[in-house]
Structure formats: C-alpha cells, structure tokens
C-alpha cells in the first residue's frame, strides 16, 4: 500500500480522474436552457453568462500564484470550494425559480463556479509535468484531452441518472467535481525522483494512448445510439457504468510492470538510471548546462582580455571576428577527418556509429560557437527557471501568447456558435455536431501531445511547428465553414475541432519548457488568458455583430424590435466572420513560424544533447554486457 501510495503513477491517474470532472466550461450549452426558462432571461443575458463563463473558465492567475503557497491539496481545496459554491446557489436559485434574481449576482456564481476548474487543471498538470518532465508532451495532451472530454462524460453520467430534469444537471456539476476532487485531493502531488525502465515508460504511455482512442471511440458509439433511438434508462445505465469502467482502467500502470530483457539482469543489485531518467528526476532548469557553458566561454574571453591578451582583446573589439570554431569543434571535426580516412579499418557499424555520433556534436559545436560575445546578460536564459514578470519582457512569450490567441480564439468562435452555425446552413439537429467536435478536440489534444514529444525527443525540432500546422489546418476548416458546400461542416468541424484542441497540449509543454518549471503554474494560466480574449473579441465582437447585420438584411422591414429574435439563414450568416477567422489563423502561422526561427538553436542543442548521451550510455552498457 505504501509502495503505491509513493506511485507518480497513481498521481498521473488521479490527475486523469480530476481532469475528467474538470470540464465544467464545456457544458454550459446543457445548462442555458434550463437557466433562460426558470430565470426567465433573454438571449442577450446567456450570452453574458457565456462571457463570465470564458473568464472564469481561463483566468486562473490566482491559482498559479497560489502554487507558491499553497500545498497541492491546498489548491485543490479551494476549487473545490469554489465550485460547490457557484454552482450549487445556482442549483437552488433554479429550482426555486427566482423571478429575475439579481443578475450580476448570476454572472458571479457561473464566474466562480467555473473558476474552480482553474484550480483543478493548475494542480493536476503542473504535478504531473513535474513527476514526468521527459514525458511532457504525453502528459499535458492526455490531461488536458480528458479536461476536453468533460462536456461528453457529464452528458453520458447525466442521461443515464437524472434525465430529463435539467435542473438536476446543474445538481451534478456542483456536487460531482467537489467529490473528485475531495477523493483526489492528497494523492495530486509532485513526488520524489523514482527510477523505472525507459522502455517500460513507453509502454504505460502507450497503454494509456490506448486507452484514450478507445474512450472516445466509446463516447462517440453512445452519442450516436442516444441520438438515433429512443430513450431507454436501461441502456443509458449500461452506458455510464461503461464509461466508469473505462475511467477506472489506468489504475493499471500503478501496478508493478516486467521490465525489458535489456535492463533485467545487473539491475536489481545495482540499477542503471538511464539518461532519461535523470532528466526526468531534475528540477532544475533544461538548458542550463547548455547555456551557462556558452556563457563561460563568453566570460573566459573577457577574463582572458583584461589580463593582457591581445587577440582576445580584439574579438571583444570585433564579435563577429571571433566567431571561429572552437576547441572542441576542431577535436570533432579532426574525428570526422579520421573516421573518414579509416573507412577500411573499422568495422561498418562502428565506424557508422562513431561517424554519426562526430557529426552531432560537430553540428551542436557549430550552433553554440555561433552565439555571439555580449555583456554579461542580465536574467534567466531560455530554458531557466523564468518569474512571470521576466517572461513577460520576452518576445517568445509574448510570440507565444498571440499565437494562442489566434488559433484558440478562432477555434472557441466556432465551437461557441456551432449550433447556429448549423442551423444556417440546414441542419435541424446542431447536437450531434456539438458532441462530435469535443470528440475531435480530444483527439487534437492527444496528437498534439505526442506528435510534439515525438518530434522534440527524436528530432530535435521545435514543438510550435506542430502549431503552424495545427493552424494552417484550422485556417482550411474555417475556409470549408464559410464556403457552406454539402459536407463542409463535418469536414470542417473535425479540421478546426482538432486544431484547436493541439494548442492545449503543445503550448504549455513548448512554455514549460523555454521558461521553466518552477513558476510554472502562474505562466500557464497566464497564457489560458488568450482564451477568453480570443473569445470576446472573435466571437463577441465580429461574429455576433455580424450575423445580426446579416440577419437584419434578411428580414429588412419585418425585423422584430427584439434583435435576439432575429434568425439567419444560409452560409452568408457567418460567411465574413469564417474568412475573418481564416486569416487570423494565417497571422497566427506567421507569428509561430517566427518562434521557431527563434528557438530552434534552443532545442537542436537541448535535445542533439540528450540523445548524444542516451546514445552513450547505451553503447557503455553493451560494452559491459
């Protein structure tokens, strides 16, 4: 029991169970109803409580702040509060049927209520990146793809429990959330470094992959049935207990897994910690020994011009004089030179083995001699434990930020307005797209995740190219949308659900990675706040306006006064708004494509390192063998 107490495995479940309750946000569409009928409000009053709702739902600062203070359960505790508070004065404010309650007093319970799923996602994943540093791509795509599949589990737990008394699915969002997390509350904490086989890792990832593709191949079979035959509680009972089961199933990886055959053996009485394990162990920053030993170099040549040298004197005169190679680059490439001569003498895998491993560092020697010589620079380096006021004087940050604006905020315009955006285009029932685009959104999480760790670890490249790509997707979907052609909307709907569920997995692992882990809880949700910017602006501003414009063109003199009654019909109601959103889909590939031009020296030298040593520490144990 103790054993799997101390397990960053059960940590990993734990945070999927509370991640899994944690998508509050993503089910206010079942709410509004039952909230216009028995408050008696107008659209244009939900919408505002969709715009509390996005704040709450983004703006967690509060939450990263208290990760300095706060023990883990601390910050869990005061979620959960928040979330039985909001929403259960809501629930009873709805099923006495309070004429007109005061409104502000509304928006502020839907604020804080979804607020506290703030505090969930903070706890959750920043433990998490902290027990599994080297696997942060898998572990915030596969958290923050469970956060996303919130909306379809509450709908599923819901059907089969409480439907249809909708006031009782407010009921459940402020009682199933504080229950989670109070069950998960002391198990959600970084832990102490742990050693385990690299390739067993892989395969609990794997697994747990598995287990993702099957759910949502799950909850997309149960929406499909629900909404294609009649209603049976039987059924629906089966489904939810399903879903429970399959909830239920990482449990798994915290139990004892067979190591390889290669790391079995010596292992039990004198273990091998790989690399990656070591990696994974730190908490200190990633690219400090990478940077600080450029940074030497830089010093040493001023150190070596104050005591006299005279050719050192005059790189510091001329920087771009200076830019030679190195030492070590001359030691590689002389290595290079000889591998080369002794073609015939070495064995073909040797000689191939050494070649590539001359060319990495030589290729790593050229990008580190290349920094050129500056006054002792002031603050952390990327990849340094960064405070959010330093991070917010950086361009990447702030590179990163508007390019989560764009993409996210273009993305949450589409999924807010999709109801309406089917109806204008003819389709009679807006939910099965509705249900659909949150499967999407969770498979974008999961490939965002580990399509962005696969090309970090084994290629050295930089994680927002997965964003450019995610986006130039997202700018085809949103192209599709507005054109109206029959099918656009499935195709659509799946390009830009996708894309925008990616940024959730790949933006907080690149931030983790180029500002630090320490503060990073606060510089997360710092950049969650593109979200509800995004969404007021996109969504608020242009698509509203535009579609009642358009609308009111349509109706011309038999326009009601009351514009919330106004209707649209035909691709041309959110046609402009749809190109809008293409090309700021463009601009945010514009402003990605210039952070990878900026960090890919970061990552060719971070990663080449990692697997220069995991390629050593290999050949030392076969050597051994």
Not at 245 to 255: E, F, G, K, Q, T
Not at 265 to 286: I, T, W
Request: net charge neutral.
């Amino acid at each position: 029991m103790k054993m799997a107490w101390m397990n960053r495995w059960l940590v990993l479940v734990a945070s999927i169970w509370l991640q899994s309750v944690s998508g509050v946000g993503y089910v206010f569409g079942s709410l509004s109803p039952v909230i216009k009928t028995s408050l008696d409000y107008n659209q244009k009053q939900i919408n505002r409580l969709g715009v509390a709702k996005d704040i709450g739902d983004s703006v967690g600062l509060l939450g990263g702040l208290l990760c300095d203070w706060l023990p883990t359960w601390g910050i869990i505790l005061v979620g959960l509060l928040q979330n039985f508070i909001g929403y259960g004065w809501l629930w009873l404010i709805v099923i006495k049927r309070v004429s007109q309650p005061h409104f502000a007093l509304v928006c502020f319970l839907i604020l804080i209520g979804t607020n506290g799923e703030t505090y969930f996602n903070t706890a959750a994943i920043v433990s998490s990146v902290r027990n599994f540093s080297y696997y942060r791509g898998p572990v915030v795509g596969i958290l923050k793809g469970f956060g996303g599949l919130g909306g379809a589990i509450f709908s599923c737990v819901y059907t089969a429990l409480y439907a249809p008394d909708q006031a009782s699915f407010i009921f459940m969002v402020a009682i199933g959330p504080p229950l989670v997390a109070f069950l998960c509350m002391f198990i959600i904490r970084p832990m102490p470094s742990e050693v385990e086989d690299n390739a067993v890792q892989d395969k609990k990832f794997n697994f747990l992959y598995g287990i993702c593709l099957v759910l949502a191949a799950y909850l997309l079979f149960t929406i499909i049935v629900q909404d294609s035959l009649e209603s049976s509680t039987n059924r629906d009972r089966i489904f939810a207990a399903g879903l429970l089961a399959l909830l239920a199933l990482p449990l798994v990886l915290v139990s004892p897994w067979p190591t390889t055959a290669a790391s079995t053996g010596k292992q039990s009485s004198a273990p091998d910690v790989s690399f990656q394990d070591e990696v994974s162990q730190l908490r200190a920053p990633l690219l400090e020994d990478v940077e600080i030993e450029a940074a030497a170099r830089s010093e040493d040549l001023y150190s070596a011009g104050s005591s006299g040298n005279e050719e050192t004197q005059r790189q510091r005169a001329d920087p771009q004089s200076w830019q030679q190679p190195t030492s070590r680059f001359k030691e590689d490439a002389m290595l290079f030179s000889e591998l080369e001569d002794e073609k015939e003498s070495w064995p073909e895998p040797v000689r191939r083995d050494r070649l590539r491993r001359a060319s990495s560092r030589l290729y790593r020697a050229v990008a580190e001699g290349a920094i050129k010589l500056k006054r002792k620079r002031k603050g952390p380096r990327r990849g340094e434990d960064f405070t959010l006021k330093e991070a917010l004087i950086k361009a990447d940050y702030w590179l990163l930020f508007f390019g989560l604006a764009c993409g996210a905020g273009s993305g949450l315009m589409v999924i807010d307005n999709l109801g309406q955006i089917s109806e204008s285009l003819g389709y009679k029932d807006p939910h099965i797209f509705v249900a659909l685009i949150s499967i999407w959104n969770f498979l974008g999480r999961l490939a965002g995740g580990y399509a962005s760790e696969l090309i970090a670890r084994e290629h050295a490249l930089p994680r927002p190219i997965l964003l450019v790509v995610a986006q130039a997707g997202m700018a085809i979907g949103h192209a599709l949308l507005a054109v109206g052609m029959p099918g656009a909307l499935h195709v659509g709907s799946l390009l830009v659900g996708m894309g925008y569920g990616a940024h959730w997995a790949i933006v907080p692992a690149t931030a983790s990675e180029l500002f630090g882990l320490k503060n990073f809880g606060l510089l997360y949700n710092f950049l969650c706040m593109a979200n509800p910017v995004g969404s007021l602006v996109f969504s608020v501003l242009i698509a509203g306006t535009l579609y009642d414009r358009e609308a009111e063109k349509q109706q011309g003199s038999t326009a009601p006064p009351d514009l919330d009654a106004l209707k649209c019909e035909g691709a041309v109601c959110f046609r402009e708004t749809l190109f809008i959103m293409t090309g700021v889909c463009m601009l945010g590939v514009v402003l990605n494509s210039i952070l990878i031009s900026r960090t890919q020296r970061v990552y060719t030298m971070l990663y080449a390192k990692q697997r220069d040593e995991v390629e050593a520490n290999s050949a030392k144990k076969e050597s051994i063998r």
